[in-house]
């Protein structure tokens, strides 16, 4: 089986050595970049399974360089784990916002780096033969899984992966009850490194996404968290 391919973007080359070294000794296909600009000529000619996106790049930055690649529908199914020296909250959001999947903070361990690379790849790569087959239909709302489409009020919404996985799965446990810590743990696949807030921020991209009507599925429990309207 072919492995998968990854892009680093870092324009500190010491680290972006480390991590091409340590990624490839795990059997990745890794390609490095030292500026936003370089990283989207190559993410445009080429076929990625991940990007690994330090933030703070000089000329385009990485949320600039985020912003384009999930505008993109070509390329807005890349995952993005975004590298931030900063550990600053709204820019942590921002990248959230955008559509990225997960952030590190700046030190960080090369064992994590590679738990966090490995956790994402094995939810987003399976082949679509591998994808469940089904369509879930709502009034107002239609969400079909093996094409990963969602259609609100008739109209189709675009949606970034992790938006994608989210409705997916509060819609599929309709009625229940789910905590952010179960869906960090379920739509993340990764323990305690990302807060709380980052599903309310989801949340909230997803809601306004879909419009008032169908947004009104997704019902914020005080205190609990979310649930999908029966």
């Avoid at 239609?142 to 938006?163: N, Q, R």
């Amino acid at each position: 089986m072919e492995k998968e391919k990854i892009l680093v973007v870092d324009d500190e080359e010491d680290i972006l050595e480390l991590v091409r070294y340590n990624l490839s000794r795990e059997g990745y296909k890794v390609t490095g970049s030292l500026t936003g600009e370089d990283a989207l000529r190559k993410v445009r000619s080429d076929t990625f399974d991940l990007i690994v996106l330090d933030l703070m790049l000089p000329g385009m930055d990485g949320l600039a360089f985020t912003k384009t690649v999930k505008n993109d529908s070509r390329l807005r199914r890349i995952p993005i784990i975004m590298l931030t020296a900063k550990g600053e909250e709204s820019d942590i959001v921002t990248g959230l916002e955008l559509g990225a999947d997960d952030y590190i903070t700046k030190p960080f361990s090369m064992r994590e780096l590679v738990a966090r690379v490995k956790t994402i790849l094995k939810r987003y790569g399976k082949k679509p033969e591998e994808a469940p087959k089904a369509v879930l239909k709502f009034p107002q709302l239609e969400i079909d899984i093996e094409k990963h489409e969602v259609k609100a009020s008739g109209k189709p919404v675009e949606l970034t992966a992790k938006e994608f996985e989210l409705l997916r799965y509060l819609a599929e446990n309709k009625g229940k009850a789910i905590s952010r810590e179960r869906l960090l743990d379920t739509v993340w696949g990764i323990e305690v490194a990302i807060e709380t807030r980052t599903v309310d921020v989801h949340v909230k991209r997803l809601r306004e996404k879909l419009g008032k009507r169908a947004g009104e599925y997704i019902l914020t429990l005080r205190g609990v968290g979310y649930k999908f309207r029966e």
